[in-house]
């Protein structure tokens, strides 16, 4: 399992959701998803009225890439598309809507 079928999941299975938020290393490997020892996962959820921004870590040589390298290393994400998937999701929530997760239906 992908972890976007695991935050599918937790979308589903209210039980899931909260194991995945209070252990999620144990959810995840549940799952089928492995997690490298020593790495910390930490699972937050958005809501309607809160949305949280993810800095991912700096590419190795970030201080060497002009503003436009970052922004392709960064995959372009801009502020609005975290909104319109707030949209997306609570689409889904309300049933208006079937997309896929990262490429899964």
Do not use: C
Request: aromatic share 2%; no cysteine; hydrophobic share 45%.
């Amino acid at each position: 399992m992908t972890v976007a079928k695991a935050i599918a999941r937790a979308w589903a299975d209210a039980a899931y959701k909260t194991k995945l938020v209070s252990d999620p290393h144990a959810a995840l490997s549940e799952a089928g998803v492995s997690v490298p020892t020593g790495t910390t996962v930490k699972v937050i959820e958005n809501t309607a009225d809160t949305v949280h921004v993810v800095l991912p870590a700096a590419p190795a040589k970030a201080s060497e890439m002009s503003i436009d390298e970052l922004e392709k290393v960064a995959g372009g994400l801009a502020l609005q598309d975290v909104w319109n998937n707030v949209e997306t999701t609570s689409s889904i929530a309300t049933g208006t809507v079937n997309v896929g997760v990262d490429g899964d239906t």
